[in-house]
């Protein structure tokens, strides 16, 4: 029973355009949320993170934002450049007792030129 | 100086042979974790260690058989290989229950 979701497969995205990545959970215990980006033949990179006591975090070109009453978390790019081409999975925990990470099936960004 | 490197990147084999595969960190993290990458590409926690204590042990075959000689390894053992093993194996550590960093995966092949 998948508890996060990611709906799309894959976004294709002109360079310099905004890529919104999208996430949705179930499990109403989770309170952190993590998004990871993986390059082919590499292990999932930690990008960017929020606690469920925030609803917007940024860091640099990536923000993600946070809506608790709908479950879901969305990654914001901009602008997105070639290098963002990547498979970005959306993970989750409870917290601070919780070691378990639950991901989604990831989105396969593509950023043309 | 890879964060966490995992031996060998690539394994051919078998059904019905017996492999290991090796994890390192050099975070200084207390935890350690196996997951698997099947072929629906979803990551799944498979064990974790923490100070070489077992914390998590998924729904796994009893086939798999983690273990951690000290805090900064983490190794894993699959008797009798099946079809169905055949996936990409990531380790990854954490400092508690903090953000998870990862190797650079295993793909396993079982023939």
């Known amino acids: 029973d998948q508890q996060v979701k990611q709906n799309s497969p894959s976004l294709s995205v002109q360079e310099g355009r905004i890529s919104i990545l999208n996430c949705d959970y179930t499990?109403?215990?989770?309170?952190?949320f993590l998004w990871y980006k993986k390059y082919p033949a590499e292990g999932p990179t930690f990008l960017i993170s929020?606690?469920?006591?925030?609803d917007k975090n940024e860091d640099g070109r990536f923000t993600v934002f946070l809506n608790k009453s709908a479950k879901h978390l969305s990654l914001h790019i901009v602008p997105s450049q070639p290098g963002d081409s990547a498979v970005y999975f959306c993970a989750a925990s409870g917290g601070k007792s919780d070691y378990k990470l639950s991901f989604g099936a990831g989105t396969t960004v593509t950023v043309r030129a | 100086d890879t964060a966490v490197s995992q031996t060998p990147k690539y394994l051919v084999t078998q059904m019905g042979n017996d492999k290991s595969i090796k994890c390192e960190q050099n975070?200084?993290?207390?935890?350690m974790y196996w997951y698997k990458q099947d072929s629906k590409k979803f990551l799944k926690i498979m064990f974790s260690y923490n100070n070489k204590e077992l914390i998590i042990n998924e729904t796994v075959p009893n086939r798999f058989s983690p273990k951690s000689p000290d805090k900064a390894h983490l190794n894993l053992h699959i008797n009798s290989l099946e079809l169905g093993d055949s996936a990409v194996y990531f380790c990854?550590?954490?400092?508690?229950?903090?953000?998870?960093?990862f190797g650079p995966g295993t793909r396993l092949t079982v023939t």
């Open positions: 929020i606690s469920s006591i925030k």
């Open positions: 975070l200084g993290h207390d935890t």
């Open positions: 990854a550590s954490s400092q508690g229950t903090g953000v998870k960093y």
């Open positions: 499990n109403s215990m989770f309170d952190y």
